[in-house]
Nanobody
Framework: QVQLVESGGGSVQAGESLALSCAHS???????????VGWVRQAPGKEREAVAT????????YYADSAKGRFAISQDSAKNTVYLQMNRLKPEDTAMYYC????????????????WGQGTQVTVSS
């Protein structure tokens, strides 16, 4: 059974930092949960946005333009955990952040991820 468990959300002031964690488990040869793990956010009234992804076998990372230069995705393979370090946060970063995994198509399309965590709220005030 695939499980993605997020932690680390909270409320901060603009310019501050937060680090999110996603503990993932449930690999099998058929579910590809380990192929890639990403962070997808959704603000109220807006569409889901994939902000960063890491391909777990190669460590290759991808970022949305909104995240480049401020966010960093990384992994600890021994702990099956993926992290999202978010720096210089802005009020527009306020959203529910979901850990998402699996899928084989374009990383930047949120709908292409197969497995989802419950989400963790990030609120940035000005």
């Amino acid at each position: 059974q695939v499980q993605l468990v997020e932690s680390g959300g909270g409320s901060v002031q603009a310019g501050e930092s937060l680090a999110l964690s996603c503990a993932h488990s449930g690999y099998s040869s058929g579910n590809q949960v380990g192929s890639r793990v990403g962070w997808v956010r959704q603000a109220p009234g807006k569409e889901r946005e994939a902000v960063a992804t890491i391909y777990t076998a190669t460590g290759r990372t991808y970022y949305a333009d909104s995240a480049k230069g401020r966010f960093a995705i990384s992994q600890d393979s021994a702990k099956n955990t993926v992290y999202l370090q978010m720096n210089r946060l802005k009020p527009e970063d306020t959203a529910m952040y979901y850990c998402a995994a699996g899928g084989v198509d374009t990383w930047s399309r949120a709908a292409n991820y197969v497995y989802w965590g419950q989400g963790t709220q990030v609120t940035v005030s000005s």
